[in-house]
């Protein structure tokens, strides 16, 4: 099947394989929890109950989508450039470091409202220089950059453990983490916003990050698709000898790139750190980097994509936990699975189905889209 | 104690956890010189270090262990071949993909089946782990000075996975590049095109590199799970498969090197375990945390060409269209 891919609508390349592909990534999901020996549909409905049954359900739900918004921005941005982000993890890591500096040493001079920015500021900055060697290096001298991510993640863990456990320890505490912020570097809850809802919130972490995240999803949709340098980006993603005939500075280009998607990545620890611990801990992005790429391939690299693909794995993340206790056998543990599956049938797997949809596409009467070479051939 | 003999217990364990990573990184040898990257390693490794745990207490066999630890990570290994020879999708996202269902699944079923918060029951029958074997004389020459501790604490005592390991590494040489399939096999690395012209299959040559990747990532996880512990514990990997991953781009993808650059590591992580905090001349101290990272930050700045040049395969990634 060397022919390229017959062309199909719109509606089928964006709404209905990738549809397909999660279908069957949930399936065989499903078979996991039918190996356990539980039923799946039991399982899938009180997973849904868990995450939209009650006001809480709903505030811890859209509270982790915040952060998987921000690692699904991270790993798009870089996408569009043709690379694979995969460090998002200790970008958002060492975001937190940012987070914390701003917070540790303004918490209790200045209100939120001026920290939020500044620390903001900073995480995005931390984030975006741990992207900064590999970006420099894949755009400099070659070195593959989804290996040179991957070190940096391990090397963020190395790097803030040691922090944790020595410099920003306070000397009287044992725990591996900061002292708990004050007020001034307490961001404020979603509370009021879900109550418009006429739902009731006893105690949910969702806060203003969530809407900081909506916007920053327009803001990236603005760079990528409507300025010169998200142009570029795209055009070096598409294809890289285009872009340099175009006079596009590659190097620049590159490097750009994935400073932008460190940069989400880093702003993705304000949720966690400032927004509900109030304090800088170990491992506090706990795998939310990562879920970025499920995220990214499920919602096409693509905002408007990636907002309810995250909050899809909100759900699962939140619904997750409450599954665990009506059923101990399924722990949280399943979403990675989920997850795995998604990124397989979505990312790896994402043609797999393709031939055969368009081959039932055009037995259905799509004559008129006839493919430059007969599939399947 | 001396310290020849603090060195004589380093180096024994730099042996003992360098074994996983040169099982690993020699499979992502075969995978990746036949042009398929894997970054699947970690995954791999994991489920066969389950699966072997899990056969292996059920049927009190360690060798039952390792053949059911190495079923389950040739059948990851295919999914990967399946998605990236056969569907020409992303080898990365395919990794990737690999290494979560692996860290779920083993959690999932570790608990439905043990009950024992992701572990599986210890390994105490006779005959249920691969045991340390004794050398002939190692008890007799262990007073002989210098070389007597050598041979009986480095040497000898271990298990046969570890002697299959230093095995692997000639034998994987061998394969390379002095047979026909290795010539093959690496050719596919670098121009499928020319050995696809000769008429041989791309797709199940590369499907048979897939494979070897697999069976030698059975062996690595049975040697954590059933040699080196007692039994699996829920992500005991670690890092590793990504560890090994560094070692086979800083041994430029050669054989040898990969043993060499497995025991460098091994040996960082033995040094790091052993001292909490190295004092260099009483001026500063290492924290262990930075010999830890010391793997990662050789391997990037190997990556980035400041220490020779790490050339991958010229086909690495890239899905094979065969022309029409």
């Given amino acids: 099947m060397a022919a390229p891919y017959a062309k199909l609508p719109g509606w089928v390349d964006y709404g209905l394989i990738p549809l397909v592909n999660l279908t069957v990534a949930f399936l065989v999901a499903g078979l996991v929890v039918l190996l356990v020996g539980e039923n799946p549909l039991r399982a899938a409905q009180l997973l849904v109950q868990g995450a939209f049954g009650s006001g809480d359900g709903i505030g811890y739900t859209l509270f982790y989508a915040t952060n998987f918004i921000f690692a699904g921005l991270c790993v798009a941005v870089a996408f569009h450039c043709g690379l694979f982000n995969i460090g998002g993890e200790g970008q958002a890591y060492v975001g937190g470091l940012g987070v914390a500096i701003v917070c540790l040493a303004f918490d209790s001079i200045f209100p939120w409202w001026i920290n939020l920015p500044l620390a903001t500021i900073m995480a995005a900055i931390a984030g975006a220089l741990w992207a900064l060697i590999p970006a420099w290096l894949q755009a400099t001298r070659g070195s593959h950059i989804v290996i040179t991510t991957i070190m940096f993640n391990f090397i963020a863990a190395s790097f803030m453990v040691y922090l944790l456990v020595g410099p920003l320890k306070p000397v009287s505490s044992m725990a591996p983490e900061t002292r708990t912020f004050a007020e001034g570097a307490q961001l404020p809850r979603l509370d009021w916003m879900l109550e418009m809802f006429g739902l009731t919130i006893r105690s949910s972490p969702l806060n203003i990050t969530f809407l900081l995240a909506l916007l920053v999803s327009f803001g990236v949709w603005l760079l990528i698709w409507r300025t010169r340098l998200g142009y570029e980006i795209r055009t070096m993603g598409f294809s890289p000898t285009a872009a340099k005939y175009a006079g596009v500075n590659q190097t620049r280009i590159i490097i750009v790139a994935m400073l932008v998607s460190g940069g989400l990545a880093g702003m993705m620890a304000l949720n966690p750190v400032m927004g509900d611990q109030t304090r800088l801990q170990m491992n506090f992005v706990a795998g939310a980097g990562f879920v970025g790429i499920a995220v990214a391939l499920m919602g096409r690299s693509h905002p408007v994509g990636i907002i309810p693909a995250a909050i899809l794995f909100g759900m699962l993340y939140q619904g997750g936990a409450e599954l665990s206790f009506e059923m101990p056998t399924i722990s949280r543990d399943m979403i990675v699975i989920i997850q795995g599956l998604v990124i397989l049938f979505a990312g790896a797997l994402e043609h797999m189905f393709r031939p055969t949809i368009a081959r039932l596409f055009h037995m259905a009467g799509g004559g008129a889209l006839r493919p430059a070479a007969e599939p399947g051939e | 104690m001396g310290t020849f003999e603090t060195l004589i217990l380093i180096l024994d364990s730099t042996v003992r956890l360098a074994i996983p990573l040169m099982f ?159 010539l093959r096999l690496r050719a596919v690395g670098e121009n499928p095109g020319a050995v696809d012209t000769a008429g041989i299959s791309v797709t199940w040559l590369r499907y048979r590199a897939v494979i070897c990747c697999g069976i030698l990532c059975g062996f690595a996880g049975a040697y954590l799970a059933v040699a080196q512990n007692a039994g699996f514990v829920k992500d005991m990997t670690a890092g590793k498969g990504f560890i090994a991953l560094a070692a086979l781009i800083f041994a430029k993808w050669k054989p040898v090197n990969v043993l060499l650059a497995c025991l460098l590591f091994g040996f960082l992580d033995a040094v790091a375990i052993r001292f909490a905090g190295i004092n260099f001349f009483g001026l500063f101290e290492v924290p262990p945390q930075f010999m830890q990272s010391l793997p990662y930050i050789l391997t990037v700045v190997l990556l980035a060409g400041f220490i020779g040049k790490a050339i991958p395969p010229k086909a690495g990634g890239q899905p094979y269209v065969k022309e029409r």
């Fill in chain 2, 24 to 182: 690993a990184a020699l499979a992502g040898l075969y995978s990746e010189r036949a042009g398929i990257f894997d970054i699947g390693l970690e995954g791999k490794m994991l489920a066969a270090a389950f699966a072997g745990a899990a056969a292996a207490a059920v049927y009190g066999s360690a060798w039952i262990g390792l053949f059911f630890a190495i079923i389950i990570s040739v059948a990851l290994a295919l999914v990967h071949g399946f998605a990236s020879i056969t569907h020409r999708g992303n080898q990365i996202v395919s990794g990737v993909a690999i290494n979560f269902i692996a860290a779920g699944t083993t959690i999932i079923l570790g608990q439905a089946w043990f009950r024992q918060g992701g572990r599986t029951p210890a390994l105490s029958a006779e005959g249920s782990r691969f045991t340390a074997i004794e050398l002939p004389f190692a008890e007799a020459v262990a007073d002989v000075p210098l070389l007597g501790p050598i041979y009986s604490e480095l040497i000898s005592g271990h298990s046969i996975l570890v002697y299959l390991a230093f095995a692997a590494v000639p034998f994987t040489w061998w394969v390379l590049f002095r047979t026909r399939f290795g």
